[in-house]
DNA sequence: GCAAGGTC
């Protein structure tokens, strides 16, 4: 018997359903001569310290090196403190049997680093000895499930693989258990101070964008304001130049034409431009646009939304949620317009449904090259029930998102009017000519600036013009602002891409810091150490957070450039390079980095209430 | 008590 294994059960099924096997048994399905079992993501993880002999959190067991990694069962918090994960322990003893039955083993969890690792980690821990083959797919249509059966790969072929994600995971292990046990320690506070790979460029970023922000000079500017009245139609031109004081304004001011001053047309229009600009649809959502979508519209965490897409993936409404890409492949494309098809009595957008099954699709999310182990998000076509309000209102912005995505063009009219008097004005206005893919969930562009015009009357060139009104307009500069959960993510994403050494950022550039399955949850672990609060929509650091930031903020792991640096020696590791001298620079960097905290920490406390004009204002956490 | 990674 040949035995299928996949990541997680959703996979596993698909592929049976090519096979034709329907028998549903307990933790795997049957038929044709096979198994199907699954994994549900990572079974099994590096045991913790204590397995290993370090017991407590003691200087002297620092820093911990076990010289060989051992591995343990998932665990899960009950009210009888962490214990293995009974469902993970009987789904492992499920596979057990199933491998001690087998001819062949298929692997099939997803065509990726983790993927791997999932797949070894049971392999090892069950002691298997059974060759493997691997199947390799980047979709999971029919057709590529039946091609990558047709070329199944030798397991063998994948060992470098698992050594990159294997060092991935030992190195993270390293780095996080000894700097969290070194700070905790060293700090002499009794709470967890941990510190990671992740976790911590992350508080780093949202902590210098919080101190950036509340220690912001604003800067008083001034311009001029003029209004022009095009036969009645009034619109509003400002100075091109801004001036750092008042007397300079108030020259400009004392010198336009108005009517008031005597002048009945003292507006000279310089020039007129009027250009249409082409707004494509946006992609379809992965998990973090989603999310970033979700949390401006509704205001929900990535850790809530992440909650709610998971519950429609299990009702089969919605298809994998925890995607990285915002493409799908030409077979997915190929069961849109039926998809589309279901929304035509949506209350909502049921019109745009409408609309878009007797127009040509637009294709800029079809790429099957952008498509990585799973597609972007869509609805799959099932009909929802009686869905909570907050379902209702994620599956709806999956479901608008499609519609919007294979939409047409937005065609917007873009008016640049050149007013000349005393000085140079401009005044700029937008129309939209064409909504396109706007008009499906109507709303208005977010991105106008408070001083453009909705729409400015038609004005000929060298024509002139009276100015009712002008003033002088006294501004500040405004500071960055501080990060919610929806700019952090997408900060998260794109982390890296400053980074001045050349390989370090390329080989950063498809990932960013964490993962998309990952990001939802570091933000929690941030607010479950008390690093942060959410304070309305803000993610504001509170003392303790900055406390560690002053502490680690010069260190290498408080920088993304260190993932960047993983990631280009775990890509060489894939491609054959020696594991051993990566895994001898992270012992030293171990080594070196648990020093260092063990001594910094001693000064956390102090240290936390520097650098802020005004401290009171720093986050106090609410009972 | 601790990392980051995956998923129900």
């Known amino acids: 018997m040949k035995v299928i ?101 298929i692997v099939a969890t997803d065509a990726g680093r983790e993927g791997e690792l999932i797949f070894r980690y049971i392999y090892y821990y069950l002691k298997c000895k059974k060759p493997f083959k691997r199947l390799w797919i980047s979709s999971q249509t029919d057709e590529a499930i039946k091609e990558g059966f047709r070329n199944l790969k030798p397991g063998t072929d994948y060992d470098t693989l698992f050594n990159s994600a294997h060092c991935r995971s030992q190195s993270d292990w390293l780095v996080g258990m000894n700097a969290t046990q070194a700070l905790s320690i060293s700090s002499g506070s009794r709470a967890v101070l941990s510190l990671g790979r992740v976790q911590t460029p992350t508080l780093a970023m949202i902590c210098s964008r919080y101190l950036e922000n509340k220690n912001f000079v604003p800067q008083l500017y001034y311009q001029v304001s003029i209004q022009v009245d095009k036969d009645g139609q009034v619109f509003r031109a400002i100075s091109a130049d801004s001036f750092k004081t008042k007397e300079e304004a108030q020259a400009v001011v004392d010198k336009v034409e108005d009517v008031p001053s005597g002048f009945p047309n003292g507006g000279h229009i310089l020039s007129v431009e009027a250009k249409p600009r082409k707004e494509p649809p946006p992609l379809l959502h992965d998990l973090s646009s989603l999310q970033q979508e979700a949390n401006k519209r509704k205001g929900f965490t990535a850790d809530q939304t992440l909650g709610l897409l998971q519950t429609l993936y299990e009702n089969k409404l919605v298809t994998y949620p925890r995607t990285g890409s915002r493409y799908i492949g030409d077979d997915v494309f190929a069961t849109v317009p039926t998809l589309i098809d279901k929304f035509k009595e949506h209350p909502e957008f049921g019109k745009q449904a409408t609309f878009l099954t007797g127009t040509k699709l637009n294709k800029r999310s079809v790429n099957a090259k952008k498509v990585t182990d799973h597609h972007a998000i869509l609805p799959t076509g099932e009909t929802p029930h009686q869905l909570s309000n907050d379902l209702q209102a994620v599956y709806d912005l999956v479901a608008a998102r499609m519609l919007e995505a294979f939409h047409q063009e937005c065609i917007k009219e873009i008016t640049k ?84 050494d050349e390989e370090l950022r390329y080989a950063m550039k498809d990932s960013g810091l964490g993962t998309p399955a990952t990001r939802a949850s570091i933000i929690e672990t941030l607010i479950k150490r008390d690093y942060i609060i959410r304070e309305k929509k803000n993610l504001v650091p509170t003392q303790t957070g900055l406390g560690v930031y002053y502490v680690v903020k010069d260190q290498k792991i408080a920088q993304a450039e260190l993932t960047g640096n993983w990631e280009k020696r775990l890509e060489e590791i894939r491609s054959g390079a020696s594991v051993n001298e990566f895994q001898q620079e992270i012992k030293t960097y171990t080594r070196n980095i648990t020093q260092e905290l063990l001594l910094a920490g001693r000064n956390l406390m102090a240290k936390s209430k520097e650098g802020v004009n005004t401290p009171q204002i720093v986050a106090q956490k609410t009972a």
């Open 5 to 105: 294994i996949a990541e997680k059960p959703s996979v596993a099924r698909e592929i049976a359903k090519v096979f034709g096997a329907t028998a549903k048994k307990d933790g795997y399905m049957e038929g044709k001569g096979y198994t199907f079992t699954w994994a549900f993501g990572h079974l099994l993880q590096l045991a913790p310290p204590q397995e290993y002999g370090f017991y407590g959190w003691n200087v002297q067991n620092l820093p911990m090196l076990p010289p060989k990694f051992k591995l343990s069962i998932r665990k899960v918090k009950t009210k009888d403190g962490i214990v293995e994960d009974p469902s993970v322990k009987k789904q492992l003893d499920t596979i057990k049997t199933l491998f001690d039955e087998a001819t062949e083993i």
């Open 417 to 500: 009017i050149t007013v000349q008097s005393g000085a140079i004005f401009t005044a700029s206005g937008t129309v939209i000519s064409s909504a396109g893919w706007r008009a499906v969930l109507n709303e208005p562009d977010e991105e106008k600036k408070d001083e453009e015009n909705a729409s400015l009357p038609k004005v000929q060139q060298d024509e002139r013009l009276p100015i009712p009104e002008k003033s002088l307009l006294e501004k500040q500069t405004k500071p960055k602002p501080l990060y919610n959960e929806a700019s952090l993510l997408k900060a998260l994403e794109t982390a890296g891409k400053e980074i001045e």
